[in-house]
């Protein structure tokens, strides 16, 4: 029987805001999280060259998969060959790849709540059960080691983000390495999702391709290197399931499109360029941490990277969805609202993505501060 999954709240708070948008309403997109700058320059460029010399068609550049395979050694220390690399559209078929190379329907996949809101989705809609825990302020809002030990019995696989959405907080490396030894010891299969590498203000955010060579890595241009709508992403998997990822990834999507990967090859390297992406989230980022306590929220999860905060807003509302839609309305201001990644206590949180420029920061700041200030405390 097919099962039902949850809808993403985000994007019906995403169609107000562009229905807004359309009435003439001013509004800033914080509710998703896209850079709101474009590919590299030189990828541009690069694209447009091919658009003029080449049909394209199906394909998978051997090129870009050995940029990626060289850029675990020069990035992590970690030897991985190419023929590893599996080229997706986005990362969201890596995880489709990933979840079905792994687990038969009924298995049992452990994840951190709050998290991804796909994750929960994607695992429910191929009939592998979720085992969320729950990841508090005590936790960071992160898996630990110990979380992992304690489940009885143990799971069959398990997800990890770091940084994560949407708290964007990072596992530091010991834990990392912990986390591994204990799904190595307990038999648990790995899943990295590790879209927001690149993007850490505070700790280091390993690969788990350190700790457990066997672990299945989920990446893409999305996020870094600022190509969302390229819909480009890959998969590193051991030798021992190349073949399998392969033959799903040929049958369930074919290839990823042709023009992205020519433009990612080229902005793999636009280092400079990508960097002032991230000096501008870090600035992003610190006012965001100044204002969002003087408006009254001050219980906020520890954004060591991505371009996320999530804060609880449970003193003024039991509904985030309605608390995030008014705020919408009312402001111009969208955002997300903490239900979709977790259905348990989301309701009290909202996560804010300042993965815009500064000055619409700024301005939302200033929209935000006083409808904040007029919002009565809960009973």
């Given at each position: 029987?097919?099962?039902?999954?949850?809808?993403?709240?985000?994007?019906?708070i995403?169609?107000?805001?562009?229905?807004?948008?359309?009435?003439?309403?001013?509004?800033?997109?914080?509710?998703?999280?896209?850079?709101?700058?474009?590919?590299?320059?030189?990828?541009?460029?690069?694209?447009?060259?091919?658009?003029?010399?080449?049909?394209?068609?199906?394909?998978?550049?051997?090129?870009?998969?050995?940029?990626?395979?060289?850029?675990?050694?020069?990035a992590?220390?970690?030897?991985?060959?190419?023929?590893?690399?599996?080229?997706?559209?986005?990362?969201?078929?890596?995880?489709?790849l990933a979840?079905?190379?792994?687990?038969?329907?009924?298995?049992?996949?452990?994840?951190?709540?709050?998290?991804?809101?796909?994750?929960r989705n994607?695992?429910?809609?191929?009939?592998?059960?979720?085992?969320?825990?729950?990841?508090?302020?005590?936790?960071?809002?992160?898996?630990?080691?110990?979380?992992?030990?304690?489940?009885?019995?143990?799971?069959?696989?398990?997800?990890?983000?770091?940084?994560?959405?949407?708290?964007?907080?990072?596992?530091?490396?010991?834990?990392?390495?912990?986390?591994?030894?204990?799904?190595?010891?307990?038999?648990?299969?790995?899943?990295?999702?590790?879209?927001?590498?690149?993007?850490?203000?505070t700790?280091?955010?390993?690969?788990?391709?350190?700790?457990?060579?066997?672990?299945?890595?989920?990446?893409?241009?999305?996020?870094?290197?600022?190509?969302?709508?390229?819909?480009?992403?890959?998969?590193?998997?051991?030798?021992?399931?190349?073949?399998?990822?392969?033959?799903?990834?040929?049958?369930?999507?074919?290839?990823?499109?042709?023009?992205?990967?020519?433009?990612?090859?080229?902005?793999?390297?636009?280092?400079?360029?990508?960097?002032?992406?991230?000096?501008?989230?870090?600035?992003?980022?610190?006012?965001?941490?100044?204002?969002?306590?003087?408006?009254?929220?001050?219980?906020?999860?520890?954004?060591?990277?991505?371009?996320?905060?999530?804060?609880?807003?449970?003193?003024?509302?039991?509904?985030?969805?309605?608390?995030?839609?008014?705020?919408?309305?009312?402001?111009?201001?969208?955002?997300?609202?903490?239900?979709?990644?977790?259905?348990?206590?989301?309701?009290?949180?909202?996560?804010?993505?300042?993965?815009?420029?500064?000055?619409?920061?700024?301005?939302?700041?200033?929209?935000?501060?006083?409808?904040?200030?007029?919002?009565?405390?809960?009973?």
């Amino acid at each position: 029987m097919p099962v039902d999954i949850d809808p993403f709240h985000a994007i019906a708070i995403s169609r107000l805001a562009h229905r807004l948008g359309v009435e003439g309403r001013s509004i800033i997109h914080m509710e998703f999280g896209q850079p709101s700058t474009g590919a590299p320059a030189p990828a541009i460029a690069a694209a447009h060259r091919i658009l003029d010399t080449d049909g394209m068609g199906y394909w998978e550049s051997p090129l870009l998969k050995a940029r990626i395979a060289a850029h675990y050694g020069e990035a992590h220390g970690v030897s991985v060959d190419p023929e590893r690399v599996i080229l997706t559209c986005g990362a969201s078929p890596a995880f489709v790849l990933a979840l079905s190379c792994l687990f038969a329907p009924g298995a049992r996949v452990a994840l951190a709540r709050p998290g991804y809101v796909a994750y929960r989705n994607t695992l429910k809609a191929l009939h592998i059960v979720p085992v969320e825990l729950a990841c508090g302020e005590a936790e960071r809002f992160q898996i630990t080691a110990a979380a992992i030990e304690r489940l009885d019995p143990a799971p069959d696989g398990l997800i990890v983000a770091s940084p994560a959405n949407p708290t964007g907080t990072i596992i530091p490396p010991e834990e990392l390495r912990a986390i591994a030894a204990v799904c190595e010891r307990r038999g648990i299969a790995l899943v990295s999702d590790e879209i927001y590498h690149g993007l850490s203000y505070t700790l280091p955010a390993d690969t788990l391709l350190k700790h457990k060579a066997d672990a299945l890595i989920v990446n893409s241009f999305s996020k870094y290197y600022s190509m969302a709508g390229w819909r480009l992403g890959w998969l590193v998997v051991p030798d021992a399931l190349i073949d399998k990822a392969r033959a799903r990834m040929g049958n369930l999507f074919l290839t990823p499109p042709s023009l992205a990967q020519h433009a990612g090859l080229v902005a793999f390297d636009c280092r400079d360029e990508l960097e002032g992406h991230v000096v501008t989230y870090r600035r992003n980022r610190a006012l965001m941490l100044e204002a969002l306590p003087a408006m009254g929220l001050r219980r906020i999860a520890p954004p060591d990277g991505a371009f996320y905060i999530y804060a609880d807003v449970g003193h003024l509302t039991r509904d985030s969805l309605s608390f995030c839609e008014a705020l919408l309305r009312d402001t111009g201001v969208a955002t997300a609202p903490g239900v979709d990644f977790d259905p348990v206590d989301g309701h009290g949180f909202m996560r804010f993505s300042f993965a815009v420029s500064t000055d619409r920061v700024e301005d939302a700041i200033a929209r935000m501060t006083p409808w904040f200030a007029g919002r009565p405390a809960l009973a």
